[in-house]
């Protein structure tokens, strides 16, 4: 690492190109910035048509979104040219020259470098000059909240971005928009985090106090008259309210989490009594309240090997090779008191990492287990051949699903005969993939286009893409399921 303290170092910028001469970068050279308002920033100079080197329309990019046109710009000096390995090696240097210092030289100083290992950080949105550990200057826009830990410089799109570990010294340089519109948020948080300090209390809207279990207890007497198995925790199912307070005063809201270090309150303005807060929290969890009739829900019983049963069978009627064994190794599923209320639960290792499973009926928690029964079958069931679906070359042409594409149609058989599809589809940024197995009752068609018939009622073609005329005239396909 360099010997020098980046604490008294200056850097003296002496090679400054004026944008009036038309005189520009290179395409996508990085560059220190002189605005025609004095202020200080850097950019990747970005030309509007590449081709045409004389030109000086364009812009130099900072970040995503985050550009300054060229028409903002008065002076530019290189970043990429030069590195400071060897000067930044001796350990009494306080001052490195970038180019020569004749008479008449327009020249910039810039000083007060800091170090990350001084436990130093830029604030919030700060875009900065730095100083790299392979002795190269570059800039960038502080984001305290992207990076491994404690942030990075974000300095071109797509958050392309120097990491802490990359950054040397730092130095801050002008202030802009964007980091105004941060110190002006910041200043906004605390001015909100002196408001609730003491925060007023509407005594109409608050006649119950503000214990918002208090609420819940009277919203909960009337929820009995129609559902006598009401509980609190049942009406908490739905996202719970709280009373907090929210710009000085109480309030009721929903907790919505945090954004930026400050937590996120959804109000309730629906009405301005306790009263009618307590008739709206009747009405806003009559649903979840609903869907947890125990009489319904635990229709069997409190043994939950009897749901285990009855899934376990319904599975093997088509999943034919399946076994206790193989289901023992998955999910494990039980019946328990949570917060006072019966639920379903599964957990895989441990028993005390329990999740609760929302289930409002015997029949959708049956359902559940299926679900998990299956994939357990299907990852036991070794695959033995593929055949992938030729997308290409399909008579319909490419699939196209609501803006995705189809990327892979692969047919699997596996090591008991049997066959599942997975099907594959994406955009330029994200995708997905969805797994069916295909059941026996398909294969009990005499003809590959009966099989198709009752195929696509399981993989239907308006979902994943592929027609009964793109798999019918498939002959390598239709030999491979057997036909």
């Known amino acids: 690492m360099f010997k020098c303290d980046c604490s008294n170092l200056r850097l003296s910028f002496n090679e400054f190109h004026n944008v009036e001469a038309n005189n520009m970068p290179e395409y996508g050279e990085f560059c220190l910035l002189e605005l025609k308002d004095g202020r200080y920033t850097g950019g990747e100079w970005t030309p509007k048509n590449y081709r045409d080197k004389r030109s000086v329309a364009g812009k130099f990019i900072r970040g995503t979104a985050d550009t300054v046109d060229v028409s903002e710009v008065a002076k530019w000096h290189s970043l990429d040219r030069y590195d400071l390995t060897n000067c930044l090696e001796e350990e009494d240097i306080n001052l490195i020259n970038l180019g020569p210092r004749d008479e008449g030289v327009y020249t910039v100083r810039f000083k007060d470098f800091k170090s990350f290992k001084d436990n130093a950080f830029p604030k919030s949105e700060q875009y900065c000059l730095l100083i790299l550990n392979n002795g190269c200057l570059a800039s960038g826009r502080w984001d305290r909240w992207s990076g491994e830990k404690g942030g990075t410089f974000i300095y071109a799109p797509a958050l392309a971005s120097h990491s802490m570990k990359e950054v040397w010294a730092w130095t801050p340089l002008s202030s802009d928009d964007t980091f105004e519109q941060e110190e002006e948020e910041e200043r906004e948080r605390k001015r909100e985090e002196e408001l609730n300090r003491s925060p007023s209390t509407d005594p ?70 306790a ?209």
């Not at 929820?223 to 109480?250: E, S």
């Open 204 to 273: 109409v809207k608050f006649k119950y106090g503000t214990d918002i279990n208090v609420y819940y207890e009277k919203a909960l007497e009337k929820l009995r008259r129609d559902y006598p198995w009401a509980t609190v925790t049942q009406m908490k199912k739905r996202t719970p309210y709280i009373i907090t307070p929210l710009h000085g005063r109480y309030v009721f809201g929903q907790d919505n989490g945090t954004f930026m270090d400050s937590k996120v309150i959804e109000e309730w303005t629906d009405g301005n009594t």
């Open 275 to 483: 009263d009618e807060f307590i008739d709206y929290l009747c009405e806003y969890t009559s649903e979840a309240v609903k869907d947890s009739d125990p009489a319904v829900k635990f229709r069997l019983g409190l043994d939950v090997d009897v749901y285990l049963k009855k899934a376990f069978d319904n599975v093997k009627k088509d999943y034919r090779w399946l076994d206790e064994k193989t289901v023992s190794g998955g999910w494990h599923y039980g019946i328990k008191q949570v917060e006072g209320d019966w639920e379903f639960i599964r957990w895989l290792d441990d028993e005390d990492d329990i999740t609760v499973m929302d289930c409002s009926s015997a029949e959708r928690f049956i359902e559940n287990v299926e679900h998990d029964y299956q994939n357990e079958a299907l990852r036991a069931n070794h695959v033995v051949a593929k055949y992938a679906v030729p997308i290409g070359s399909l008579p319909s042409g490419s699939a196209d699903l609501n803006g995705w594409h189809l990327e892979h149609y692969i047919f699997s058989k596996m090591r008991t005969g049997d066959y599942k599809v997975n099907v594959q589809a994406g955009d330029r940024v994200t995708g997905g993939s969805r797994e069916f197995f295909i059941p026996p009752c398909c294969f009990e068609a005499g003809t590959y286009e009966e099989f198709l018939d009752r195929y696509l009622e399981i993989v239907p073609s308006h979902s994943f893409g592929l027609n009964k005329e793109d798999l019918l005239s498939d002959k390598k396909l239709e030999k491979f399921l057997g036909y």
